[in-house]
Protein backbone atom coordinates (compact mmCIF):
# COMPACT_ATOMS: atom_id res chain seq x y z
CA UNK A 1 0.00 0.00 0.00
CA UNK A 2 1.49 3.22 -0.88
CA UNK A 3 1.46 5.67 2.06
CA UNK A 4 2.59 9.44 1.77
CA UNK A 5 2.94 12.06 4.40
CA UNK A 6 3.94 15.72 4.31
CA UNK A 7 5.47 17.36 7.67
CA UNK A 8 6.82 20.83 8.25
CA UNK A 9 3.93 22.73 8.18
CA UNK A 10 3.15 26.09 10.23
CA UNK A 11 2.42 28.95 10.87
CA UNK A 12 5.03 31.70 9.27
CA UNK A 13 5.47 35.28 9.13
CA UNK A 14 5.06 36.80 5.59
CA UNK A 15 8.78 37.33 4.33
CA UNK A 16 9.56 33.97 5.93
CA UNK A 17 10.89 30.48 5.14
CA UNK A 18 9.64 27.16 5.43
CA UNK A 19 10.39 23.58 4.35
CA UNK A 20 8.14 20.80 3.99
CA UNK A 21 9.19 17.45 3.51
CA UNK A 22 7.31 14.16 2.23
CA UNK A 23 7.94 10.44 3.29
CA UNK A 24 6.59 8.16 1.18
CA UNK A 25 6.51 4.30 1.17
CA UNK A 26 5.03 1.33 -0.81
CA UNK A 27 6.03 3.07 -4.16
CA UNK A 28 9.43 2.65 -6.03
CA UNK A 29 10.15 6.56 -5.00
CA UNK A 30 13.36 6.93 -6.73
CA UNK A 31 11.85 5.65 -10.33
CA UNK A 32 9.29 8.05 -10.42
CA UNK A 33 8.26 12.07 -10.55
CA UNK A 34 6.76 13.95 -8.03
CA UNK A 35 5.25 16.83 -7.77
CA UNK A 36 3.91 19.51 -5.12
CA UNK A 37 0.37 20.82 -5.11
CA UNK A 38 -1.13 23.47 -3.29
CA UNK A 39 -5.11 24.09 -2.50
CA UNK A 40 -6.19 27.13 -0.85
CA UNK A 41 -9.98 27.70 -1.03
CA UNK A 42 -10.15 30.73 -2.98
CA UNK A 43 -7.70 29.18 -5.45
CA UNK A 44 -9.15 25.63 -5.94
CA UNK A 45 -5.70 23.19 -6.78
CA UNK A 46 -2.53 24.74 -8.17
CA UNK A 47 0.47 22.46 -8.86
CA UNK A 48 3.99 24.10 -7.94
CA UNK A 49 6.23 22.41 -9.20
CA UNK A 50 8.23 18.76 -10.51
CA UNK A 51 11.52 17.16 -9.75
CA UNK A 52 11.74 13.76 -12.52
CA UNK A 53 13.97 10.76 -11.17
CA UNK A 54 17.56 10.03 -11.61
CA UNK A 55 17.63 9.06 -15.17
CA UNK A 56 16.23 12.22 -16.06
CA UNK A 57 18.79 14.02 -13.63
CA UNK A 58 16.54 15.24 -11.22
CA UNK A 59 15.60 18.28 -13.47
CA UNK A 60 12.69 20.32 -12.22
CA UNK A 61 10.07 22.50 -13.47
CA UNK A 62 7.93 25.14 -11.43
CA UNK A 63 4.97 27.33 -11.76
CA UNK A 64 5.52 31.04 -12.46
CA UNK A 65 3.93 31.65 -9.39
CA UNK A 66 6.49 30.16 -7.12
CA UNK A 67 9.73 30.27 -9.64
CA UNK A 68 12.69 31.80 -8.31
CA UNK A 69 11.18 31.08 -4.23
CA UNK A 70 10.43 27.68 -3.81
CA UNK A 71 12.90 24.67 -4.84
CA UNK A 72 12.09 21.29 -4.82
CA UNK A 73 14.59 18.81 -3.68
CA UNK A 74 14.34 14.67 -3.08
CA UNK A 75 16.78 12.01 -1.06
CA UNK A 76 16.05 8.72 -2.77
CA UNK A 77 18.14 7.03 -0.14
CA UNK A 78 15.59 8.40 2.52
CA UNK A 79 12.28 7.87 -0.50
CA UNK A 80 11.93 11.94 1.04
CA UNK A 81 11.07 14.70 -0.87
CA UNK A 82 10.85 18.27 -0.30
CA UNK A 83 9.85 21.25 -1.02
CA UNK A 84 11.94 24.99 0.48
CA UNK A 85 9.91 27.94 0.57
CA UNK A 86 11.55 31.51 0.71
CA UNK A 87 9.58 34.68 0.51
CA UNK A 88 6.42 33.65 1.89
CA UNK A 89 3.54 36.20 1.69
CA UNK A 90 -0.02 35.41 2.27
CA UNK A 91 -1.36 34.12 -1.01
CA UNK A 92 0.68 31.00 -0.19
CA UNK A 93 -1.14 30.11 2.83
CA UNK A 94 -2.67 26.60 2.06
CA UNK A 95 -2.68 23.07 2.32
CA UNK A 96 0.09 21.78 0.50
CA UNK A 97 -0.06 18.08 -0.87
CA UNK A 98 2.63 15.83 -2.17
CA UNK A 99 1.71 14.17 -4.83
CA UNK A 100 3.51 10.66 -6.71
CA UNK A 101 3.79 10.40 -10.89
CA UNK A 102 2.82 7.22 -12.14
CA UNK A 103 1.06 6.90 -15.35
CA UNK A 104 0.93 10.41 -14.94
CA UNK A 105 0.31 12.77 -12.49
CA UNK A 106 -1.49 12.49 -9.55
CA UNK A 107 -1.40 8.78 -8.90
CA UNK A 108 -0.91 9.58 -5.53
CA UNK A 109 -1.56 12.13 -2.70
CA UNK A 110 -0.52 12.56 1.24
CA UNK A 111 -3.24 14.38 3.40
CA UNK A 112 -1.40 17.69 3.52
CA UNK A 113 0.40 19.81 5.24
CA UNK A 114 -1.30 23.26 6.26
CA UNK A 115 0.81 26.51 5.69
CA UNK A 116 -0.10 29.92 7.27
CA UNK A 117 1.32 32.67 6.61
CA UNK A 118 0.06 35.94 8.63
CA UNK A 119 1.71 38.79 10.77
CA UNK B 1 -0.54 28.32 -19.44
CA UNK B 2 -3.63 25.94 -20.47
CA UNK B 3 -6.94 26.98 -18.82
CA UNK B 4 -8.97 24.46 -18.08
CA UNK B 5 -12.65 25.32 -18.18
CA UNK B 6 -15.07 22.64 -16.15
CA UNK B 7 -18.94 22.56 -16.64
CA UNK B 8 -21.39 22.46 -14.33
CA UNK B 9 -20.08 24.60 -11.51
CA UNK B 10 -22.98 22.67 -9.21
CA UNK B 11 -24.46 18.91 -10.21
CA UNK B 12 -27.50 18.02 -8.67
CA UNK B 13 -27.90 14.82 -9.28
CA UNK B 14 -30.37 12.01 -8.08
CA UNK B 15 -29.39 8.06 -7.32
CA UNK B 16 -29.17 5.55 -9.51
CA UNK B 17 -29.30 8.03 -12.71
CA UNK B 18 -26.05 9.18 -15.07
CA UNK B 19 -24.17 12.11 -14.46
CA UNK B 20 -21.75 14.32 -16.73
CA UNK B 21 -18.97 16.58 -16.39
CA UNK B 22 -17.19 18.28 -19.20
CA UNK B 23 -13.87 19.69 -19.22
CA UNK B 24 -12.68 21.93 -22.05
CA UNK B 25 -8.80 23.30 -22.38
CA UNK B 26 -7.63 26.31 -24.15
CA UNK B 27 -5.02 24.22 -25.92
CA UNK B 28 -4.75 20.54 -27.21
CA UNK B 29 -4.11 18.38 -25.08
CA UNK B 30 -1.95 15.76 -27.39
CA UNK B 31 1.81 15.73 -26.39
CA UNK B 32 4.35 15.62 -28.98
CA UNK B 33 4.84 11.85 -27.82
CA UNK B 34 1.19 11.29 -28.96
CA UNK B 35 -0.14 10.71 -25.44
CA UNK B 36 -2.90 13.23 -24.81
CA UNK B 37 -2.38 13.57 -20.51
CA UNK B 38 -5.15 14.38 -18.96
CA UNK B 39 -6.95 13.23 -15.74
CA UNK B 40 -9.43 12.83 -13.79
CA UNK B 41 -9.94 13.46 -10.13
CA UNK B 42 -12.33 13.16 -7.02
CA UNK B 43 -12.36 15.12 -3.43
CA UNK B 44 -14.93 13.82 -1.04
CA UNK B 45 -15.02 16.48 2.01
CA UNK B 46 -12.26 16.64 4.32
CA UNK B 47 -10.13 14.20 2.14
CA UNK B 48 -6.99 14.62 -0.50
CA UNK B 49 -7.72 14.04 -3.86
CA UNK B 50 -8.14 10.80 -6.02
CA UNK B 51 -7.04 10.00 -9.43
CA UNK B 52 -9.84 8.48 -11.07
CA UNK B 53 -9.15 8.48 -14.76
CA UNK B 54 -5.22 9.08 -16.49
CA UNK B 55 -5.03 9.72 -20.03
CA UNK B 56 -8.46 10.21 -21.22
CA UNK B 57 -10.21 7.32 -20.46
CA UNK B 58 -7.99 5.03 -18.03
CA UNK B 59 -9.52 4.01 -14.76
CA UNK B 60 -6.97 3.99 -11.85
CA UNK B 61 -6.92 0.89 -9.77
CA UNK B 62 -9.95 0.11 -7.33
CA UNK B 63 -12.04 2.97 -9.75
CA UNK B 64 -15.99 1.62 -10.08
CA UNK B 65 -16.60 0.74 -13.85
CA UNK B 66 -19.56 2.91 -13.75
CA UNK B 67 -16.87 5.58 -14.11
CA UNK B 68 -15.64 6.56 -17.50
CA UNK B 69 -13.62 9.11 -19.59
CA UNK B 70 -13.56 10.04 -23.05
CA UNK B 71 -12.84 12.98 -25.12
CA UNK B 72 -9.83 14.36 -27.19
CA UNK B 73 -7.48 17.50 -28.30
CA UNK B 74 -9.52 20.15 -25.96
CA UNK B 75 -12.80 18.32 -24.98
CA UNK B 76 -13.35 16.07 -22.51
CA UNK B 77 -15.83 14.53 -20.56
CA UNK B 78 -16.71 12.46 -16.98
CA UNK B 79 -19.54 10.09 -16.97
CA UNK B 80 -20.92 8.12 -14.21
CA UNK B 81 -23.47 5.70 -15.72
CA UNK B 82 -25.24 5.58 -11.85
CA UNK B 83 -24.54 8.02 -9.33
CA UNK B 84 -24.36 6.20 -5.71
CA UNK B 85 -23.73 8.15 -2.64
CA UNK B 86 -20.11 7.72 -2.11
CA UNK B 87 -19.96 9.86 -5.93
CA UNK B 88 -20.60 13.40 -3.71
CA UNK B 89 -17.94 15.88 -3.59
CA UNK B 90 -16.04 17.79 -6.22
CA UNK B 91 -14.31 16.58 -9.50
CA UNK B 92 -11.18 17.94 -10.65
CA UNK B 93 -9.80 18.18 -14.36
CA UNK B 94 -6.39 18.27 -14.75
CA UNK B 95 -3.73 18.62 -17.80
CA UNK B 96 -0.32 16.97 -17.47
CA UNK B 97 1.14 18.12 -21.01
CA UNK B 98 2.09 21.26 -20.62
CA UNK B 99 4.11 23.23 -18.02
CA UNK B 100 2.48 24.49 -15.86
CA UNK B 101 0.15 21.68 -15.35
CA UNK B 102 -3.43 23.05 -14.41
CA UNK B 103 -6.66 21.94 -12.67
CA UNK B 104 -10.59 22.84 -13.27
CA UNK B 105 -12.04 24.67 -11.19
CA UNK B 106 -14.29 22.10 -9.82
CA UNK B 107 -17.69 20.87 -10.13
CA UNK B 108 -19.65 19.96 -6.99
CA UNK B 109 -21.62 16.88 -7.57
CA UNK B 110 -24.70 16.57 -4.64
CA UNK B 111 -27.61 14.21 -4.43
CA UNK B 112 -30.79 15.84 -4.85
Known amino acids: EVQVEESGGGLVQPGGSLRLSCAVT????????MDWVRQAPVRGLEWLGR??????????EYAPSVKGRFTISRDDLKNSLYLQMNSLDTDDTALYFC??????????WGQGSLVTVSS | DVVMTQSPLSLPVTLGQPASISCRSS???????????FNWFHQRPGQSPRRLIY???NRDSGVPDRFSGSGSGTEFTLKISRVEAEDVGVYYC?????????FGGGTRVEIK
Open chain 1, 26 to 33: GFPFSAYY
Open chain 2, 27 to 37: QSLVHSDGNTY
Open chain 2, 94 to 102: MQATLFPLT
Open chain 1, 51 to 60: IRNKGQSYTT
Open chain 2, 55 to 57: KVS
Open chain 1, 99 to 108: VGDRDGAGAF
